[in-house]
């Protein structure tokens, strides 16, 4: 099995800052892609920012320029630096993981983290 447990999260005024992290432990051989998604009450979970491997990043169109998602692969760990909050990114921010288990798997599984909270207040 594969864990990954957040940390990070907290009340902060808008214009502040956030760093969210994630680690991944279990039985893993390889980690692709890892990310961010976020779900506000009332609303469908959205992706936030995602790195592949290779560093190669994907941001939301409402962070971009505010939020910068960055790996530690000998870590198995992501984070996500949250600068100029604003009051709409109030959520709760879970992280991803697609994991080779084995080195004789032949497919990638998603796992994803319990959440942590992020409120913004403005």
């Known amino acids: 099995q594969v864990q990954l447990v957040e940390s990070g999260g907290g009340l902060v005024q808008a214009g502040g800052s956030l760093r969210l992290s994630c680690a991944a432990s279990?039985?893993?051989?390889?980690?692709?892609?890892m990310g961010w998604y976020r779900q506000a009450p009332g609303k469908e979970r959205e992706l936030v920012a995602e790195?592949?491997?290779?560093?190669?990043?994907t941001y939301s169109d409402s962070v971009k320029g505010r939020f910068t998602i960055s790996r530690d692969n000998a870590k198995n760990t992501v984070y996500l630096q949250m600068n100029s909050l604003k009051p709409e990114d109030t959520a709760v921010y879970y992280c991803?993981?697609?994991?080779?288990?084995?080195?004789?798997?032949?497919?990638?599984?998603?796992?994803w983290g319990q959440g942590t909270q992020v409120t913004v207040s403005s």
């Open positions: 991803t993981a697609d994991v080779l288990r084995t080195a004789r798997a032949i497919a990638i599984e998603r796992y």
């Open positions: 279990g039985r893993i051989f390889r980690i692709h892609a």
């Open positions: 790195a592949d491997s290779d560093g190669i990043t």
